[in-house]
């Protein structure tokens, strides 16, 4: 399995259990999350994911690229009582973790 895809699977269990301990180990000190909406630092994303998110619900992962430096990932998601929405990610990743973590969203 792909660290990307340990990562969204962690994030998704996070979510559900209000608990950001799981993803802590795939993420730097300084990992920065950016989406459309906004960028997150380590600890806003921790404490997002800990809050279950917005409420968020990941589906469908599909690693389309990863090696040791970067990942490239499509899913699902539905977050809150929006509409489903598709989402591309890029992650960098640093010494086996991720370090930034760009998102990229369209409706779908």
């Given at each position: ?49 800990a809050a279950g998110g ?55």
């Amino acid at each position: 399995m792909s660290s990307a895809t340990e990562f969204l699977q962690a994030g998704q269990e996070g979510f559900g259990k209000k608990s950001s301990s799981g993803v802590e180990k795939f993420i730097t000190d300084d990992f920065v999350m950016t989406t459309p909406v906004m960028p997150r630092s380590r600890q806003e994303f921790l404490d997002w994911v800990a809050a279950g998110g917005s409420p968020t619900s990941i589906s469908d992962i599909e690693v389309i690229y990863e090696n040791d430096d970067i990942a490239v990932v499509y899913h699902g998601l539905q977050s809150g009582n929006a509409i489903g929405t598709k989402v591309m990610c890029c992650g960098s990743k640093r010494d086996g973790k991720f370090y930034a973590w760009r998102v990229a969203m369209a409706a779908s």
